[in-house]
């Protein structure tokens, strides 16, 4: 497998005003064509600085990031980034929404509002296309949001805790709303979440990142077969693994 995402030797280290902070140390991540990788680590260990920096929205100290054998020096059109919150503009529909980027990045519109509009179906939300964000949910406005990063068709896409504001039965519903959609779009994921089930549930990989200064200490196999189903949750391979990983972050 080629990989769409090269991490190799990534480091980061910020002033602070007690001196010089290491957040990240000889990072080394690859991330294949497709493939859906999992990241978890505790509170402060630059998971989500590694993201920005895969996103290029910041740049590191030291190493080299490259995205389909190109250096990432800026964000680009080849990757797409949700974050915790999606961030909806109020006064617009949710297709128009969806819509925001092919106006940003100077896309065929015509094409774009088809697309859009297979992404809303894809996401299920077809319906709502003429709502605003304010008569959704919580859980139905981060769909909008993954669909908005879906239009520009981006090869890799980095999730930063997408569903770390939901409950607990709409933050399910969108783990299994987010299998369907990699099941369909085929995309190279970076995912960072602090829910060990649910990296497992949704992860072909997980790494496992170190306390600060964030250094990857684990790549581990997820040896469960797709598509994943409720099911899923009672398989003894799904209890190994959740099993070892917890064992993992209750040794540091």
């Given at each position: ?8 030797g ?10 010089q ?8 991540v690859d ?14 260990c630059?998971k ?7 996103a ?30 999606p ?6 529909t949710?297709r128009?929404?969806v ?6 990045q100077?896309l065929?519109?015509?094409?774009a509002?088809?697309r859009?509009d297979?992404l ?6 077809t319906?709502?296309?003429?709502n605003?964000?304010?008569e959704?949910?919580?859980?139905m406005q981060?769909?909008?949001?993954i669909?908005r ?5 981006p ?7 997408p569903f770390?504001a ?19 779009q ?6 960072i979440?602090?829910?060990i089930?649910e ?6 990989r ?6 600060r ?7 581990l ?5 797709r598509?994943?189903?409720v099911?899923t949750?009672d398989h ?13 972050f209750?040794?540091?």
């Amino acid at each position: 497998m080629s990989a769409a995402l090269s991490i190799r030797g990534v480091g980061l280290t910020y002033p602070t005003r007690s001196g010089q902070t290491e957040a990240l140390a000889d990072v080394d991540v690859d991330i294949g064509e497709g493939e859906f990788v999992a990241l978890l680590g505790p509170s402060g260990c630059g998971k989500s600085t590694l993201l920005r920096l895969a996103a290029g929205l910041l740049s590191p100290t030291r190493g080299r990031i490259t995205l389909n054998g190109h250096p990432v020096d800026g964000p680009s059109r080849g990757t797409g980034v949700v974050f915790q919150k999606p961030s909806l503009l109020p006064w617009k529909t949710v297709r128009e929404n969806v819509l925001l980027p092919a106006r940003t990045q100077g896309l065929d519109l015509c094409r774009a509002k088809a697309r859009a509009d297979q992404l809303l179906e894809l996401v299920g939300l077809t319906t709502f296309a003429g709502n605003y964000p304010f008569e959704l949910s919580g859980g139905m406005q981060q769909r909008v949001g993954i669909a908005r990063m879906l239009l520009p068709d981006p090869a890799l896409l980095l999730m930063d805790e997408p569903f770390a504001a939901l409950d607990a039965l709409s933050r399910e519903t969108l783990t299994f709303a987010l299998q369907d959609i990699w099941s369909v779009q085929r995309k190279s994921v970076l995912f960072i979440t602090h829910s060990i089930p649910e990296a497992v549930f949704l992860a072909d990989r997980i790494l496992v990142m170190s306390p600060r200064p964030g250094r990857i200490v684990e790549s581990l196999q997820n040896p469960l077969a797709r598509p994943r189903s409720v099911d899923t949750f009672d398989h003894p391979d799904f209890t190994a693994l959740t099993q070892h990983l917890r064992r993992h972050f209750n040794a540091h």
